[in-house]
Nanobody, 125 residues
Framework: QVQLVESGGGLVQAGGSLKLSCAASGRTLSGYVMGWFRQASGKEREFVTSINWSGGRTYYADSVKGRFTISRDIAKNTVYLQMNSLKSEDTAVYYC??????????????????WGKGTLVTVSS
């Protein structure tokens, strides 16, 4: 089983930037797809972006295309989320998640095998 720990959340003004990290442990991530989800207060958890660990292919929700970038450091078993041009609508708890034996990059919450506990991102307006 893979354990996931997010970090890097905080308070930032609209138009600013923030970088989140997700450290994975327990096993190598070969054959895994890693994803970021977010959940705003009172709303459903939604897909943000994903990356295929071995090939580095990425996919983004329309709401974050051109502003967010997902990447990974294979040696450190860590995935990152660089967030630029932040909007108040981006305020949410951000969750890192993983699924093994998977190839499709458009993910739903039910697809995922492992979840981090989340990190709060607050964008002031």
């Amino acid at each position: 089983q893979v354990q996931l720990v997010e970090s890097g959340g905080g308070l930032v003004q609209a138009g600013g930037s923030l970088k989140l990290s997700c450290a994975a442990s327990g096993r190598t991530l070969s054959g895994y797809v890693m994803g970021w989800f977010r959940q705003a207060s009172g709303k459903e958890r939604e897909f943000v972006t994903s990356i295929n660990w071995s090939g580095g292919r990425t996919y983004y929700a329309d709401s974050v295309k051109g502003r967010f970038t997902i990447s990974r450091d294979i040696a450190k078993n860590t995935v990152y989320l660089q967030m630029n041009s932040l909007k108040s609508e981006d305020t949410a708890v951000y969750y890192c998640a993983a699924v093994g034996g998977h190839t499709i990059l458009l993910l739903t919450t039910d697809d995922m095998d492992s979840w981090g506990k989340g990190t709060l991102v607050t964008v002031s307006s």
